[in-house]
């Protein structure tokens, strides 16, 4: 079955180029999305290329935030596929949020012990990379104050 595309929402599809630049996303985290039932092509012209509609954009954004938040994928396609069909499957989605919260406190917890050795060197006190288990507080900023010469050169 061919999908008829209009002149006037012709206009509004974008390619894959055009899509992933402006979702500032790749070609390949387009295809895993797509493969994942995250997006969908609105259509394909007579060459096979992919185009897409004009919530695809915003969809890609959305998929953006919740990884950023640290939603798996198939978290994600959870949260758009209750979105698309308008019906919360409520205890999923308590579970969904028990979840991520426990992820979140994972990484506060992680980020705190972190702050531990950090903070002390930021005001001076150099005695805290002595200890034996601030090791990797030592090679992590040796390695960002690295990262960030070659980024300068």
């Known amino acids: 079955m061919k999908t008829v595309v209009h002149a006037q929402a012709f206009q509004a599809l974008r390619t894959t180029s055009a899509l992933c630049k402006a979702a500032h996303v790749t070609r390949g985290q387009l295809r895993l999305y797509e493969e994942a039932g995250l ?3 609105q259509s394909r012209t ?8 004009p919530d ?10 919740l ?7 198939a978290d994600i396609a959870l949260l758009l596929s209750e979105r698309d069909q308008g019906a919360l499957d409520e205890p999923a989605m308590q579970r969904l949020a028990a979840d991520l919260l ?7 917890a992680g980020l705190q012990v ?3 050795y950090v903070a002390p060197v930021a005001v001076g006190d150099m005695s805290v990379l002595q200890d034996e288990d601030c090791h990797f507080v030592v090679e992590f900023m040796t390695a960002l104050s690295a990262e960030k010469t070659r980024k300068r050169a």
Request: no cysteine; proline share 3%; net charge positive.
């Open 114 to 116: 972190i702050r531990s």
């Open 46 to 53: 007579e060459a096979g290329y992919r185009q897409f509609g």
């Open 67 to 73: 990884k950023e938040l640290g939603f798996t994928l």
């Open 56 to 65: 695809t954009l915003d969809r890609l954004k959305a998929i953006g935030h």
């Open 102 to 108: 426990a992820k979140i406190d994972e990484r506060i």
């Open 39 to 41: 997006i969908a092509p």
